[in-house]
């Protein structure tokens, strides 16, 4: 009994330095450090409130009648993030607390969200070693406003470096079921002027409430380029954006293995060539020395080169697309001749929507031609099929999937932008002149141009989108109820219908409700009725043939 005893206490006490070991191990791998600057006199500066904005120094905040809210930022990183963090502290804390927020929507037990921080932890414990100096000080001097409700995920400088990756580990790990985003341009014969165009919709969706503040951001930073970028509070990475110099960038996400190491986030990448590139091979040039985690297509413009090209950046190469025609359409897969054999862009092509949207903007651009401005707005805004089909309002193989956080347009010979306002693309495009905001912009009164406005789309006063709003709230409800086994009534199940009648997720949600019912027989007409209109994604239209194979039985 002794000998047994002994076996056991040692087996134990072994299991014990083992566990102490990987605790210290653990603590060590994703202890990540803080960067140490030299903390400038504005640190202890308070903002002031003006006359109709915010300001700390020469940097401001204002919220526009349009409802963005436009920062003006400058200096060195630190200033730069100190600026930022008391500048956007409130807006900060709100886009935090609705990120947290829909993660414990989505993962209700607190104990998985807690190892999910420890897994994502460890997954991003070099995430720093691939980030510059120059944006982890940024990041670093926003976090020092940051609230401490999270601390429980991590420290605010971790949190906020962290959530610059979240996009790319969001899409690999989701395989971008968020992310559908649809860009074009259009030079010399294909636009009206001949100065190249370009036109965006970034179909990033998180959630109404993260979409709900919006920032344009003007940063004159003490090294490189001064730039404009779209995005949220917080974010110092690029989504959408264009230098004094005329060059733009966007991202489109691409079909991504599953990542198993951090590297640079793609939107630190974006910032970079931003900042400091001002031509078409400079960014190629940034691009090719990065190493990322995900794929991604970056659609850059240049005033410079008069045209536009698009890298493509995979965790194993980069490539540049320069077709010989004078526009260009980017979706969310490869067209180079590098990326051709690729198996996994030749599944995307095949699996998902990207292709049918790839094909619409270019209908609607060859029947537009020569684009403008306004014409641009129009294709960023279209809800319809390949020619003109109504698929439904929400359809992902729409170039407006009624989802995006923001559309942009730009010309960048101009410096002009015009960036979209709620809801969706279908509120006003309001026009920034960079040249202007940057020589002297006075955030007492508006600072976007009025004369070259794009007013709000008609849809919006159409019973067709008020029908839609009522899909999208009753569909959570449906849904929320099937899961809860509570039981809806026939009608309510048919009227439903109606909301969206052209949509396949409209009868597939419809025919689960009946299932949840017991009434299998009215699941199979509406499950056969959603194959018959346009569906997005070859998965789900397999889930669907496979629900009717099944018969409704488990």
């Known amino acids: 009994m002794k000998k047994v005893f002994k076996i056991f206490a040692f087996t134990i006490g072994i299991l014990c330095l083992l566990l102490i070991g990987f605790v210290v191990y653990f603590n060590i791998a994703v202890n990540i450090e803080e960067p140490v600057p030299s903390m400038p006199t504005a640190a202890k500066d308070s903002v002031l409130s003006k006359d109709g904005y915010y300001a700390i120094g020469n ?6 009648e349009s409802g963005l809210y436009e920062v003006y930022v400058e200096g060195s990183d630190i200033e730069r993030g100190i600026a930022v963090g008391k500048l956007e502290k409130n807006l900060m804390y709100f886009q935090e607390k609705v990120f947290v927020d829909q993660i414990n929507e989505l993962i209700p037990s607190q104990t998985y969200v807690r190892f999910l921080k420890y897994m994502i932890l460890y997954f991003n414990r070099d995430l720093s070693e691939y980030i510059p100096q120059e944006y982890k000080t940024e990041i670093y001097g926003e976090s020092l406003e940051c609230s401490h409700e999270f601390d429980y995920i991590g420290t605010p400088y971790e949190r906020q470096l962290n959530y610059h990756a979240a996009h790319d580990v969001g899409h690999a790990m989701q395989d971008y079921m968020l992310v559908g985003c649809t860009a074009f341009a259009a030079w010399k014969d294909k636009s009206e002027d001949g100065t190249l165009i370009i036109g965006r919709n970034f179909d990033f969706y998180m959630g109404d409430e993260f979409a709900r503040n919006k920032t344009v951001t003007f940063c004159n930073p003490e090294h490189g380029y001064k730039f404009a970028m779209v995005g949220w509070a917080g974010m110092i990475g690029v989504l959408s954006g264009m230098n004094e110099a005329g060059l733009t960038v966007t991202l489109n996400a691409a079909k991504s293995d599953m990542p198993t190491s951090s590297a640079m986030p793609i939107s630190i990448l974006a910032r970079k060539i931003l900042q400091y590139a001002s ?69 995307n092509i095949r699996t998902s929507d990207s292709p049918y949207r790839q094909k619409r903007t270019e209908q609607l651009m060859e029947s537009n031609c020569p684009i403008n401005y306004k014409k641009a707005v129009d294709i960023l805004r279209d809800t319809k099929g390949l020619n003109g089909a109504n698929i439904g309002l929400g359809n992902e193989k729409a170039i407006n999937q009624l989802i995006g956080h923001h559309s942009v347009v730009f010309k960048p010979e101009k410096g002009i932008m015009w960036v979209s306002t709620s809801p969706w693309q279908l509120g006003k495009f309001v026009a920034y002149d960079l040249n202007k905001i940057f020589k002297k912009a006075n955030p007492s009164e508006e600072i976007y141009d009025h004369s070259l406005e794009v007013e709000a789309d008609t849809l919006t006063n159409t019973p067709e989108f008020a029908k839609f709003l009522g ?37 597939e949600i419809a025919g689960d409700a009946f299932l949840a019912k017991g009434k299998k027989d009215s699941a199979i007409c509406y499950w056969r009725k959603a194959l018959q209109l346009e569906i997005p994604k070859l998965a789900e239209k397999e889930n669907i043939e496979k629900k009717i194979r099944k018969g409704g039985n488990d």
């Open 471 to 507: 899909f999208r709230h009753t569909k959570k409800i449906f849904r929320e109820n099937i899961k809860d086994k509570i039981a809806i009534p026939d009608k309510t199940i048919r009227d439903f219908t109606q909301t969206n009648p052209f949509f396949f997720q409209t009868y």
């Open 279 to 347: 031509t078409i091979e400079e960014a190629y040039a940034i691009a090719d020395s990065a190493h990322t985690f995900v794929s991604e297509s970056l659609l850059i413009g240049s005033a410079k080169d008069g045209r536009a090209a698009v890298i493509e950046k995979s965790t194993e190469k980069t490539s540049l697309y320069k077709p010989d025609t004078h526009s260009l359409v980017c979706a969310n897969h490869y067209q180079s001749e590098a990326f051709a054999g690729d198996e996994r862009n030749q599944e």
């Open 59 to 64: 940097n401001w905040i204002r919220q526009s």
